[in-house]
């Protein structure tokens, strides 16, 4: 079974730019999620997908953070414009559902850092 | 708010010998509970998992312990190899909050030659 696919790896930009993570997640689960996670620090959920309808966006910085999954595939998160304080790893994860017991799998995320 | 914690930071154990990484949670309705493994410049990785009605279960040389009466969990590695060395993190999901997972701070683990 293929993995989480993020791209790009790595990404630096200027503050004030913006830019574009996207994931595929495994085939066939239906929940996806992005996460930012600070260095030495848990994953901080922003986003959290049931196919193509958002279920949890609370945490997500709506005035420069989006993010979409059209077909209920894959998904691309946007940052615009960025901040310094947005220097961080972006995880997708997907899980087959959102309930209880159903693990999530994480890609190798995107390293942003902005300058 | 509820929260998962770690006792240590760091873990240092020599080569060959079993490592216990401990966890506290607060949550008492807290129902399934996920322990990752995160290599440097890599996602974390699903190790075990256990629910709620469950005490103990056994992987691939890990077993995780669950203590309800006293809200700790903890996942023992047998045989440390150099290949463990990481961070840590246990995460639990409960209905009370979406199932969303809540993380712990993470223990990075490192191994004595």
């Known amino acids: 079974e293929a993995g989480v696919a993020q791209s790009p790896r790595y990404k630096i930009i200027e503050k004030r730019q913006s830019v574009a993570f996207w994931c595929n997640p495994i085939s066939g689960h239906a929940t996806l999620y992005w996460y930012q996670q600070i260095l030495g620090q848990g994953p901080k959920l922003l986003i959290q997908f049931q196919n193509n309808g958002v279920v949890d966006d609370s945490q997500l910085p709506k005035d420069r953070f989006s993010a979409e999954r059209l077909k209920g595939v894959d998904s691309t998160l946007k940052i615009q414009p960025a901040k310094l304080e947005d220097s961080a790893v972006y995880l997708c994860?997907?899980?087959?559902?959102?309930?209880?017991?159903?693990?999530?799998?994480f890609g190798n995320g995107t390293r942003l850092t902005v300058t | 708010g509820e929260s998962v914690g770690l006792h240590l930071p760091t873990l240092s154990v020599q080569e060959g010998d079993n490592s216990i990484i401990n966890c506290a949670y607060s949550n008492s309705a807290s129902d399934y509970f996920i322990w990752y493994k995160q290599e440097s410049g890599k996602g974390p990785q699903f190790i075990i998992d256990?629910?709620?009605n469950m005490d103990k279960r056994q992987g691939q040389r890990v077993t995780v312990l669950l203590n309800k009466t006293v809200k700790h969990l903890s996942l023992q590695i047998a045989a440390t190899q150099p290949g463990d060395s990481a961070v840590y993190f246990c995460?639990?999901?409960?209905?009370?909050?979406?199932?969303?997972?809540?993380w712990g701070a993470g223990t990075k683990l490192i191994i004595k030659p």
């Open positions: 256990i629910r709620s």
């Open positions: 994860a997907s899980s087959r559902s959102g309930l209880g017991d159903s693990p999530l799998h």
């Open positions: 995460a639990e999901k409960s209905r009370d909050s979406n199932y969303q997972l809540i």
